[in-house]
């Protein structure tokens, strides 16, 4: 065997698929059933996260021609298959491998905690999706690509509607699917428009033909691909699916489907608009996704901080972070397509590095959400609480998860946004007055985007975790998560630390397969400095050696620590909250999850068009003492993208359908008047394209 | 790098903080006396924040029954921020020790750290007035961010460096016409950020007793003892750390570029001099203003943003060097 390629691929290929057998068919005692399907798909993982890893070392692409009886091997047929991985897919590769085996091994004591039906077709079914996201980054062909991208949409289908006794579940997985199927369609039909325009089924075929390619030709493709991978990632106003499947799928689900699923749309979109029609690339489109990227930051961050639901929270955040990941994207081909492909690397470094950190640190959330709510059995902030002293360790995870998404120092979401940052502040370089007044409002859009993203966690992990609990059964929570949660969230946190701490680990890797995609020559991540600090193309922008600057805050803890611990004559000791003299304070006296929303959703009263709706106390029974005891206060958010854009929409498909299907008539005699008249139509149609040749 | 530039290094970043945990109590006391002077009291003394985070430090801490171990360790973590913060403003010395490291976006990234420790603090003892000061503290920062990014990239351009020393450094060499439009455009949005970020009137005051106005008190209400210490000097830490940026970048002349005593001192005590020019100001400043409502604050950060704004536009139109 010369190269341990096939055999990783192999090893984790089979492994899911045994994964998927072997779940499907477990018939073991429920409580333990898919715990051997679980244990197989951790295997295929960590295969999945060796060959990655193998591929980033050895560099290059390593493609495999499957000769199946019925297919053509060569890439010239439509239907060739060829498995192929070069250095963008082994990143992505990667990505899934480390965060599917982190919520694979919580999703141990997930199952056996909080699922209560069919672990065993569960456990089975999560396989099958790891096995199709790989196929999906690993596929070289257009027919592969189709096949594990659609593989990939069903299968995440059948995980968001496990618990398909109820309504709202069918519900917003019928809404998944059917956008999912639109975006399905809008992805086949750019890579037909390419493979048409270049005359080759191979990826690796199309890009030397791409510049024969006319200006609108590849811009049809462009759009077409920002539809169909945008709608996968949750790009505004196409993330409509999100926030009702992530609430809807079993919490192990949605972290894979938010730290990875969501990421194919980034990397078909690299795939497609960088390392196929990168040399072509125009300058509107990278201002098209940087409009995009930031209108979904801030709408998505701005819906997250209105949300009752932990989990829909959660998932309109990651709408925010898709909107970041594509306002690196457009900033990077704003670069290329005005001829500065080192800044572009720059901005692409912060996408990739940004979709790694987000998977890392969302999928932590989602797991840590899913920990609270499966113990407390519901989902909504305003009746969890009080959860920091029965769990303990989720707690700080979930914490540290939010730090880390609210991108402050020491952890990786930082490094992210900084490096987004410096490519926009880089802007002053190009000369043009329009590029360096957009980049700038959009680095304040950034700005607001982080600052409004950590008031979101604050709100989320404040009202969720601590205080008294709000409810009877939040009282009543006990225990911790189960030891394989707290420890695939606890290697999720570690990771977002180190890389955060320590981002050449991550950037060096990333810098070869970046000059690869930009056509430049690599900036050195890999090393860094003496201390790792991070280099700038040329001399402009700042450095930052976030190894130093977080021994500097280990150092200042330090201080803070001798401060407060040193010898006391009073010991500490506890009393009761301050309650301006009343009786004891109670959980109905916190700030609840609406509360803590509402200056932001007055301020942007125009956004959300909030209506209030207060009913005061009814007459003097309503009154004891000073605190009034009936009364309600109610807040209604309309939610315009759903009832003006995709309505109207698919009420006019209804309407278009049933007008068609008056073609329909049953009747035999009228169907050979169809096909008469088509032949007719088609005659006529040849003779005036064929000119005069007979 | 020589053993004696490592030293030297050490010496320069120990100072610098001790420097700043040192002189933030007085500039908080010595506005606290211009506001008193000016409003014909005769005020506690210049000393008296010293005394009191003497007083603080020495008693023990009620902890609320309701609070769980989170509020034990993050008023470390807040302070500690604060503290690493302090090598990426420019002080006395130039380039500063360790300024490489960082620049002024990893400021803006502990700042906001610390922000978050308080915060989330604020919401363990399950008190309403914590959940209404972190409320609004959380906004007044995610207002006031744009703001700092935008300043940072205005004040960064003409030098091509989101870098403290280099910044100074290269408005140093430009003589007066530092002062240039865009430059005063995007201190004035910088001086309204100062007043939201260090709860000055006329966003939040400081001196105030009634909860229902609370912003930084409410939050910490439930905290004593050297917990409320340490929050205490964190926020006059902040303080200084953000009046020290404003005044170097705005008056960047006569910081020692060598290691000579009398340069030392020289710019020492320009330093002094700067920040308590910039106290006295502030204190006139906040004789004058009264407390605004809450959601009135929105339309001066938004004012900040279109100051900040207009001020890289003017850059850009001028063309940078």
């Given at each position: ?195 048409v325009g270049t005359g080759s089924w191979t990826f690796a075929g199309m890009a030397p033909e791409v510049s024969h390619l006319g ?480 | ?174 003589g007066l016409t530092h002062l240039s439009p865009a430059l005063l455009l995007a201190s004035a949005a910088f001086a309204v950020l ?128």
């Amino acid at each position: 065997m010369t190269s341990p390629d096939l055999l990783l691929l192999a090893l984790s290929v089979s492994a899911f698929a045994a994964s998927t057998l072997a779940g499907l068919v477990d018939r073991g005692e429920e409580p333990r059933r898919g715990r051997v399907s679980l244990g197989l798909a951790l295997l295929g993982a960590g295969a999945g996260g060796v060959w990655a890893a193998w591929r980033l070392v050895e560099g290059g692409t390593w493609t495999l021609d499957l000769a199946l009886p019925g297919f053509t091997p060569s890439g010239g047929a439509p239907t060739a298959l060829q498995v192929s991985i070069g250095p963008l897919g082994s990143v992505f590769l990667l990505l899934e491998s480390v965060v599917g085996g982190a919520v694979l091994l919580a999703s141990l004591g997930y199952l056996r905690e909080h699922v209560h039906e069919r672990r065993g077709s569960l456990a089975g079914m999560l396989g099958l999706f790891l096995l199709s996201l790989e196929l999906v980054v690993t596929s070289g062909t257009v027919f592969l690509f189709m096949v594990a991208w659609e593989g990939m949409t069903l299968v995440s289908y059948f995980l968001v509607v496990h618990e398909h006794g109820s309504w709202e579940v069918r519900r917003a997985g019928l809404f998944y699917l059917v956008m999912s199927h639109v975006a399905g369609a809008a992805v086949l039909t750019s890579l037909l428009l390419l493979a048409v325009g270049t005359g080759s089924w191979t990826f690796a075929g199309m890009a030397p033909e791409v510049s024969h390619l006319g200006g609108w030709w590849t811009g049809a493709i462009f759009l077409a691909a920002t539809l169909g991978f945008g709608t996968k990632a949750g790009l505004v106003p196409l993330h409509v699916w999100l926030p009702e499947a992530h609430p809807a799928a079993p919490s192990n689900v949605s972290a894979l489907m938010s730290g990875v699923m969501i990421k194919m749309g980034v990397y078909g979109l690299v795939l497609v608009g960088f390392e196929i029609l990168g040399p072509t690339a125009s300058l509107w489109w990278g201002f098209l996704l940087l409009v995009l990227g930031a209108t979904s930051a801030l709408v998505g961050v701005l819906n997250a901080i209105a949300q009752q639901d932990l989990k829909r929270l959660l998932a309109f955040s990651s709408v925010e972070n898709v909107g970041i990941i594509f306002m690196a994207l457009g900033v990077a081909l704003v670069f290329l397509s005005l001829g500065l492909p080192a800044l572009a690397g720059l901005a692409l470094l912060a996408a990739l590095f940004h979709s790694f950190s987000h998977g890392l640190f969302k999928s932590l959330l989602f797991l840590g959400a899913g920990a609270a709510t499966g113990a407390v059995g519901t989902r909504d902030m305003e009746r969890l609480g009080g959860l920091a002293r029965p769990m303990p360790s989720t707690s700080l995870l979930f914490l540290g998860g939010a730090l880390a998404i609210s991108a402050l120092p020491p952890f990786n979401g930082f490094v992210g946004e900084w490096l987004l940052f410096q490519a926009l502040f880089a802007s002053f370089t190009t000369g043009s007055l329009a590029t360096e007044l957009t980049f700038t409002a959009a680095a304040g859009v950034l700005a607001l985007a982080s600052g409004l993203a950590a008031y979101a966690f604050v709100k989320a992990f404040g009202v969720s975790f601590l205080a008294h609990p709000r409810t009877l059964e939040a009282a009543a929570v006990k225990a911790d998560a189960p030891g394989t949660m707290r420890g695939g969230m606890a290697l999720l946190l570690g990771l977002c630390l180190l890389l955060g701490v320590a981002p050449f680990l991550l950037l060096g890797p990333l810098s070869a397969p970046v000059a690869g995609l930009v056509g430049a020559p690599a900036l050195d991540y890999g090393s860094g400095g003496p201390l790792g600090e991070l280099p700038r193309p040329g001399s402009q922008g700042g450095s930052l050696a976030i190894g130093v600057v977080a021994l500097l805050l280990a150092g200042g803890i330090l201080v803070a620590w001798v401060l407060r611990r040193a010898p006391s004559v009073v010991a500490a000791r506890s009393g009761p909250t301050w309650d301006c003299g009343m009786d004891a304070p109670t959980a109905r006296m916190e700030y609840t999850a609406s509360g803590y929303a509402q200056p932001m959703m007055r301020l942007f009263a125009g956004f959300y068009r909030a209506r209030p709706h207060t009913e005061p106390a009814s007459g003097a029974s309503g009154r004891s003492g000073v605190l009034s005891r009936i009364g309600r206060y109610e807040m209604e958010v309309e939610y315009p993208l759903l009832g003006e854009l995709f309505l109207p929409l698919s009420r006019g498909v209804e309407r278009l359908g049933s007008r068609i299907s008056r073609l329909q008539s049953g009747g035999i005699h009228t169907y050979l008047g169809y096909m008469v008249l088509t032949l007719v139509v088609l005659l006529i149609l040849l003779r005036i394209a064929g000119g005069g040749s007979p | 790098m020589s053993g004696w530039g490592e030293a030297q290094t050490a010496a320069l970043l120990l100072s610098e903080v001790l420097l700043a945990l040192g002189l933030g109590p007085l500039l908080i006391g010595l506005v606290r006396r211009v506001k008193s002077r000016s409003q014909r009291r005769t005020g506690p003394g210049l000393l008296q924040p010293y005394r009191d985070l003497a007083k603080q430090l020495g008693k023990g801490t009620v902890y609320s029954e309701t609070s769980s171990g989170l509020t034990r360790y993050s008023t470390w973590i807040g302070f500690g921020a604060l503290l690493a913060a302090v090598p990426f403003v420019p002080w006395f010395f130039l380039p500063s020790p360790i300024g490489f490291s960082g620049d002024l976006i990893v400021l803006v990234g502990l700042l906001a750290l610390s922000r978050f420790m308080t915060a989330v603090t604020a919401l363990d003892a399950g008190s309403t007035f914590g959940g209404m000061g972190s409320t609004r503290d959380m906004w007044l920062g995610a207002l006031f961010e744009p703001t700092f990014l935008l300043v940072i990239f205005a004040w960064g351009a003409p030098s091509g460096s989101t870098q403290a020393s280099a910044i100074v450094l290269h408005g140093a060499s430009l003589g007066l016409t530092h002062l240039s439009p865009a430059l005063l455009l995007a201190s004035a949005a910088f001086a309204v950020l100062l007043l939201a970020e260090t709860g000055r009137l006329p966003v939040d005051n400081p001196a105030t007793h009634l909860e229902l106005t609370m912003v930084h008190e409410a939050m910490v209400l439930e905290l004593g003892g050297r917990d409320l210490a340490l929050i205490d000097w964190g926020k006059s830490v902040r303080f200084l750390l953000l009046l020290e940026l404003f005044v170097a970048v705005l008056l960047p002349w006569g910081d020692a570029l060598s290691l000579g005593l009398a340069s030392l001192a020289l710019a020492l005590g320009l330093l002094v001099a700067k920040l308590f020019g910039a106290s006295l100001l502030l204190g006139n400043l906040e004789t004058r203003v009264a407390k605004w409502r809450l959601f009135r604050v929105g339309d001066l950060a938004v004012l900040s943003w279109v100051l900040a704004l207009g001020s890289i536009s003017l850059t850009y139109l001028v063309g940078v060097g």
